[in-house]
């Protein structure tokens, strides 16, 4: 492609160090709708006749055809897809093919390709980060009121539903739509025709190209897009938070999977046991996911530093930015299939997590608001019902059990029919109204919400 120039052919060790083809071949989709789109303005500029035109494009979708049945073989030679695909339009149609790259460098063709091909996986995550959604609002819908024990510290804290549990997941990933949606905004903007830094004295319609591609608009700065790979860094970013959460949900589903806990029931289908202990049932993909996060962070981080010293604009070390987005994406899609496929075929113990959560101490803080009710401020409420929980640790008696006298000696408002009152697991979780907060009501209305939002 530089022939002119040089006496001699590339030594064997730089054309293998050199070469991008084995990563980047997955951006062939994009390159041939890319080239087509660019053809279309030489077209239009005069630059190729419109016979020349149709070669190409013909040649083009030819070669996007045998790439994607097998039939294609690249060459390292060839460095990356996109020379290997002008290389092949050339052989098969000759003049015509040599004419596609004028006006076009690989710095701006690259950038094209890399953001079309990234906009078509926004689209993908989106899609996957609904079925992780619709996953957990099934299982909560499958147990609507089942009430189990929440947790702060990894203590137990207060009473709560799990599909409120559920629903705070489902939270999650709304704000990763979100992440991937606004990521997906400013890659949307076509830098082709800003050649390898200056742009070209061949001026092409760049507003026309980007409208044949989907795209919004095209890039202000000739400069600026040739050298700029926010878009992948955001992307990633947003990827490491997603994988993030996913973790979060991971370890949730190995602590509910344990014996010790014993909430969750997963499929066989979806654990694994082992070769030498009979009895095992593992939650590996939860494990795997969570192993997984590690290496959403590596790639951010490392798309970071391969970026943060380079002068601008394009420098040779950008060629490493195709392999860890595409493992992220990879991962991702294939974490959100697998975890909307194991939550499907989930089940929730509610007689092991009702139990769990019948520890009376998970509604102290409700006897001591029924202080607060009462007319004694809350440190001093808070102090009262501690003493209580102390003297009842003490005598080895459950809080609700304590002898009348002492709730009476506490209070004279913690009469006997206010904590029976105050111990009743139905009517707890029924006064939690407040917006957000998980009584029955209110996450059925959820649960309702989510389901027609994400129909
Ligand atoms: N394979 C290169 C990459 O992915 C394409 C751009 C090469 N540009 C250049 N001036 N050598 O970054």
Same mark, same amino acid.
């Given at each position: 492609m530089w022939k002119g120039r040089f006496k001699h052919e590339a030594s064997d060790l730089l054309k293998s160090y050199g070469q991008s083809v084995t990563t980047d071949w997955r951006l062939y989709r994009a390159d041939i709708r890319g080239s087509i789109a660019h053809a279309r303005a030489l077209a239009g500029a005069g630059i190729l006749t419109s016979a020349e035109f149709g070669e190409i494009e013909a040649g083009l979708n030819a070669i996007g055809s045998d790439i994607a049945s097998g039939e294609f073989a690249f060459s390292e030679d060839l460095e990356d897809v996109h020379m290997n695909i002008e290389a092949e339009l050339t052989r098969r149609i000759g003049a015509a093919g040599a004419? #596609?790259?004028? /006006? !076009?460098s690989r710095n701006d063709q690259v950038a094209l390709d890399f953001r079309l091909h990234l906009l078509g996986a926004c689209g993908e995550i989106a899609a996957g980060l609904r079925g992780i959604q619709r996953a957990l609002v099934g299982l909560a819908g499958r147990h609507p009121s089942a009430v189990m024990p929440g947790y702060t510290h990894l203590q137990r804290a207060q009473p709560v539903l799990f599909a409120h549990h559920l629903l705070a997941y489902v939270e999650m990933f709304a704000r990763d739509a979100g992440r991937i949606e606004d990521c997906a905004k400013r890659m949307d903007s076509m830098p082709l025709?800003?050649? +390898?830094? /200056?742009?070209?004295? #061949?001026?092409? =319609?760049r507003e026309a190209v980007a409208a044949g591609l989907g795209f919004s608009r095209v890039t202000a700065n000739s400069m600026d897009a040739v050298a700029d790979r926010d878009f992948a860094c955001e992307l990633l970013a947003a990827l490491a938070i997603l994988g993030m959460h996913v973790s979060r949900l991971s370890e949730d589903i190995i602590l509910w999977a344990s014996a010790e806990f014993g909430f969750i029931e997963l499929s066989d289908r979806h654990t694994t046991g082992s070769s030498l202990m009979p009895q095992k049932k593992n939650p590996d993909i939860a494990e795997l996911a969570r192993g997984k996060t590690g290496r959403l962070y590596g790639n951010l981080i490392a798309l970071l530093t391969t970026m943060k010293? #380079?002068? #601008?604009?394009?420098? !040779? =070390?950008?060629?490493? =930015?195709k392999e860890g987005v595409f493992d992220s994406v990879d991962t991702v899609l294939s974490t959100l299939a697998i975890f909307s496929e194991m939550l499907a075929a989930a089940s929730f113990r509610e007689d092991r997590a009702l139990a769990a959560a019948s520890d009376p101490l998970l509604l102290a803080t409700d006897l001591a608001d029924r202080l607060v009710a009462g007319g004694v401020p809350f440190r001093q409420a808070h102090e009262i019902i501690g003493r209580l929980v102390a003297r009842a640790h003490e005598l080895g008696t459950p809080l609700d059990r304590l002898d009348p006298g002492e709730f009476l000696a506490a209070s004279?408002?913690?009469t006997p029919a206010v904590v029976a009152a105050n111990f009743d697991i139905a009517s707890a979780m029924a006064a !939690? !109204? /407040?917006?957000? +907060?998980?009584s029955p009501e209110n996450v059925a209305r959820e649960i309702a919400r989510w389901t027609a939002r994400l129909e």
């Open positions: 004419k #596609l790259h004028t /006006a !076009r025709g800003s050649g +390898a830094i /200056a742009g070209s004295t #061949l001026v092409l =319609d010293g #380079l002068p #601008l604009t394009y420098n !040779r =070390d950008m060629q490493e =930015d004279p408002l913690l !939690r !109204r /407040a917006t957000g +907060a998980p």
